[in-house]
């Protein structure tokens, strides 16, 4: 692993143009569970139950489920030393842009500027009827479902099952991984689509795609130039250490 962390610092030091790709992994320590996998909220709950229909449909119900399952571990929740990595490698003026699976919104709240996520935010709350936008943190959820001043239901401002992603999200994160000569990919296995090409992209266009994941995935072998097995805190942390 020593080697592998030495390269990693070796090729971000002579890399002009940084993209970092982030998923579910990257919030592990900061105590967010995923949705897939082990001990993910798919483990728990049919993900229609999460679905824009079923908010329409039964709010109250839904809400309770937001508040409990995301808002919840999410007004806890703080950047771990995951996002920190990538906050030093921004200020070292390596990584660009930051495209992101995950609604915790907690590369922003790191210090990241350019965010793209993928998949919305949890972060902030917009009315269903007006869309006025309300950070989530400051929602008064003392009656469910929280509402607008204009009386019109809230709801996150996520991409849920059955949206589409928006556009220029896809646009601007194909762009950064056209653009970037290096690719990190962070606590994801990119099997979900759309996300699942920039990788891809990167590579076709000539970058490294270096891999830190706690385990082997569909990227290790057919995209990524290597992997780096473990935690996203710690081995972010020892790759800024060993560029010093
Ligand atoms: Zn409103």
Known sequence: MDDLI?????DLAAARNVAALT????SIESGIPPFRGKGGLWERYDPMEFAI???MRDPAKVWKLFVKELKEPLDRAKPNEGHKGLVK???RDKLKTIITQNIDGLHQAAGNTDVIEYHGTFAWQRCMDCHKKYETRKVD???IPP????????RPNIVF????????AIRRSRQAAADCDLMLVVGTSAVVQPAAMIPGIAKDNGAKIVEINPERTPLTDDISDYLIMGGAGEVMNRIVAAMD
């Open 6 to 10: 030495r390269r990693a610092a070796k």
């Open 23 to 26: 998923g579910a992994g990257i």
């Open 53 to 55: 229909d079923a908010l």
């Open 89 to 91: 490698l921004e200020a």
């Open 141 to 143: 959820i003392s009656e």
């Open 147 to 154: 509402r607008c001043e204009c009386g019109g239901i809230l």
């Open 161 to 168: 099952f059955g949206e589409t992603i928006p556009a220029q």
